[in-house]
């Protein structure tokens, strides 16, 4: 099913509600909810935040105040209803007692402790499709499903390039590519992240602070530099200065015994040293593992150059990449490109990347887009 169900109209509505839920439900999905009667919604819900009402109880809710009877509706729901007690009683045993007896599921919950409520549902007569707009459903939930099937957090790439696809110019100058709107957009991210990655060429060419610099930010995210080379705890860099105790290097493991890293440490820094795999570029995987691990990172950023951004898309260690793409030609084969250091002689060598959204921001282009599985 796809598409082409009569529903499927009801159930992007749904996802749209997920989305409005994103970084404030994790480490819990996004879920959107409607309640649709005579071909007309007729009541709406989402998750708002961890810990709160799930997006059917919302959209119950909702029924109740507008005067809706459930009973005579069908419920669309991106995700299937939970059917076990958490911090909230299970969705499965409300909707059945709201009398419903049609519900439209996204996607089946892909947590072993939640899932099941589909099959409760059917087993006490109510009549469950499942599957419609599958991929949007999976989309809007990829974040949780990253956490239940990996160890990783959910790592967003954000790369700004012109319109021929290069980063920066044959000298390095790169400010700015992207107009205000994208650079503030990029903020926002920064202020859902919990850690920001960049790679040592972006750190020792831009000086980078790597905070969130909108008001009302209760924390700024951790800063991770990914370098063979590590600076001299003296240098003048912002992050060394300012935000030691929230700075981490990775780094080979040679280096991260030396004394330089030493001097680092005696600042507050964290220096972590990595294995290298067949390649010869660091173990991102387990680098990645350690945050979500260590610091309950469950969301990271990834603002390096072409090169990192390279590394974790082969390594199959980022979940999206979110390309900021200005209107703009430098039209010189000597910029830097956006990704280097490849050698396919065939298309069908190419990594394969699907396009998940695509957005006006300003004079920008912003693509969403995530790989292939």
Request: glycine share 8%.
């Amino acid at each position: 099913m796809s598409h082409d169900h009569p529903f499927s109209s009801f159930m992007l509505e749904a996802v749209a509600l997920a989305e409005k839920g994103r970084w404030a439900t994790s480490p819990n999905p996004c879920v959107g909810a409607v309640l649709v009667k005579d071909g007309q919604t007729v009541a709406r819900g989402w998750h708002t935040a961890y810990g709160k009402p799930h997006a059917e109880i919302e959209c119950l809710r909702d029924a109740a105040r507008r005067g809706v009877n459930p009973a005579e509706c069908t419920l669309v729901v991106t995700l299937e209803p939970c059917n076990h007690t958490g911090k909230t009683p299970p969705c499965s045993i409300a909707v059945l007692q709201a009398g419903i007896r049609h519900v439209v599921v996204g996607m089946m919950d892909p947590n072993p402790v939640a899932q099941g409520g589909a099959n409760f549902l059917r087993e006490n007569g109510v009549t469950v499709e499942t599957g419609v707009c599958r991929q949007e459903c999976e989309d809007v939930v990829d974040d949780f499903i990253t956490w239940k099937k990996t160890p990783l957090p959910y790592t967003i790439i954000k790369l700004a390039s012109t319109l021929d696809g290069r980063i920066a110019t044959r000298t390095g100058h790169s400010r700015w590519i992207s107009g205000e709107e994208s650079r503030r957009r990029v903020h926002e991210l920064r202020r859902h992240a919990d850690a920001v990655i960049v790679g040592g060429g972006t750190f020792r060419a831009d000086n980078p602070q790597l905070t969130c610099r909108l008001e009302g930010i209760r924390r700024q995210p951790l800063a991770v530099v990914v370098t063979s080379q590590l600076p001299d705890a003296g240098a003048p860099m912002h992050l060394l200065q300012q935000r030691p105790h929230e700075t981490i290097f990775w780094t080979p493991r040679a280096v991260a015994a030396s004394e330089k890293a030493d001097a680092l440490r005696a600042l507050g820094v964290r220096v972590t040293g990595l294995d290298r795999n067949c390649k010869g570029r660091l173990d991102l995987h387990t680098a990645l593992a350690g945050l979500r691990s260590e610091y309950d990172c469950y969301h990271t950023l990834c603002e390096g150059g072409g090169m990192l951004a390279l590394s974790m898309l082969e390594m199959n260690v980022a979940q999206e990449l979110e390309l900021h793409m200005a209107p703009k030609l430098l039209a010189d084969a000597q910029a830097r490109p956006l990704f280097d250091g490849r050698t396919p002689s065939t298309m069908e060598q190419a990594l394969g990347l699907r396009i998940c959204n695509v957005a006006r921001s300003g004079e920008d282009v912003i693509l969403t887009l995530r790989p292939r599985k």
